[in-house]
């Protein structure tokens, strides 16, 4: 059974930063893609980061520069460092995961292209 885990979300000012981790069960983090999802209060969710087997990345217009994802393939865990934070950053954080691999320049922000999610931790940026 696959469970992916999220911790580190917090309330923060503007211009702060915060670590999440998604830790990982039943699931190897090397294996498929991987990816951060966002869903501010009465807003669909979005994807913000995601990063495929071959550990290329993918950012969202609106983080990039400030966000970066990565994964620890030892810790089988799954980051998001988030930088210079913005109060249109809040919301809930959610990490996502493929059921197989996805390599080579493989890249989606599209919640239909993951089938493994955790529960969530929110993040509040205040102005």
């Known amino acids: 059974q696959v469970q992916l885990v999220e911790s580190g979300g917090g309330s923060v000012q503007a211009g702060g930063s915060l670590r999440l981790s998604c830790a990982s069960s039943g699931y190897n983090v090397s294996s498929g893609a991987m990816g951060w999802f966002r869903q501010a209060p009465g807003k669909e969710r979005e994807g913000v980061a995601c990063i495929n087997s071959d550990s290329v990345t993918h950012y969202a217009h609106s983080v990039k520069g400030r966000l970066t994802i990565s994964k620890d393939n030892a810790k089988n865990s799954l980051f998001l460092q988030m930088n210079s934070l913005k109060p249109e950053d809040t919301g809930v954080y959610y990490c996502?995961?493929?059921?197989?691999?996805?390599?080579?320049?493989?890249?989606?922000?599209?919640?239909?292209?993951?089938?493994?999610w955790g529960q969530g931790t929110p993040v509040t940026v205040s102005s």
């Open positions: 996502a995961a493929t059921r197989g691999r996805r390599d080579g320049y493989w890249s989606s922000l599209l919640i239909d292209e993951f089938d493994y």
